[in-house]
């Protein structure tokens, strides 16, 4: 298996979503006698860098970023290059899949550009993934809903209350095969019971000895 990691490094100068705070704060203090050090974080942004949302994010009563299961799951990358990505945008083999949205929005990722103006989810598109029973859905943008219409967020809505569970902030989704050999996507949290979401490792693993 070759691994490709699609995680966003975090530092704490790292704006979280929706860029007006950092991603966290930490202080580190020498181990007395002992000549190490502990670093103690002080804030975490969990809609910080590569972060899954959970259903709970905007569905009341559904699963927390801990109650998710360990998954693999088969990949499906779609390229979109308008800032709308329309149900039409959609592929019909979503059924039980990751399907992965590339935009190349993830190229200002680090810069305050990032978080204006990105790439998103309409809600026929949200619906059409829930239709075609998609398993996870992901991105290269900070989020799957469009920022400027802030009092609303129907993709959230329609894939958490669906219980889809969602990552933004991929990168490097380019690296991943079309076509080929096979891909599968993993995500995963720290399992924090009660909290919606959470930053993650997010990495495709690429099965190379499989037939293409």
């Keep these: 298996m070759r691994i490709i990691d699609l995680t966003q490094p975090l530092s704490a100068e790292t704006l979280s979503y929706p860029g007006e705070r950092t991603a966290y704060r930490a202080e580190t203090t020498p181990i007395e006698g002992a000549g190490g050090v502990v670093t103690r974080l002080l804030s975490l942004e969990m809609h910080s860098g ?4 959970a259903p709970l994010h905007f569905a009341e009563n559904a699963p927390d970023v801990a109650a998710l299961p360990l998954r693999l799951l088969p990949t499906r990358v779609v390229s979109s290059r308008g800032r709308r990505i329309e149900a039409s945008d959609v592929p019909e083999d979503c059924c039980g899949r990751a399907v992965l949205f590339h935009t190349g929005w993830s190229r200002y990722a680090g810069t305050p550009r990032y978080f204006s103006d990105y790439p998103f989810l309409t809600a026929t598109a949200a619906q059409r993934l829930v239709d075609r029973s998609v398993a996870l859905v992901g991105l290269d943008t900070p989020s799957v809903d469009d920022r400027t219409n802030s009092a609303e967020y129907p993709a959230h809505q329609i894939l958490c209350g669906a219980d889809v569970p969602i990552v ?40 190379e000895a499989a037939p293409s």
């Design 50 to 53: 590569t972060h899954l949302d």
């Design 168 to 207: 933004e902030g991929l990168i490097h989704l380019e690296a991943i095969p079309t076509s080929g050999r096979p891909a599968y996507f993993a995500a995963f949290p720290i399992p924090l019971a009660g909290i919606e979401a959470s930053p993650v490792r997010a990495v495709v693993l690429v099965d």
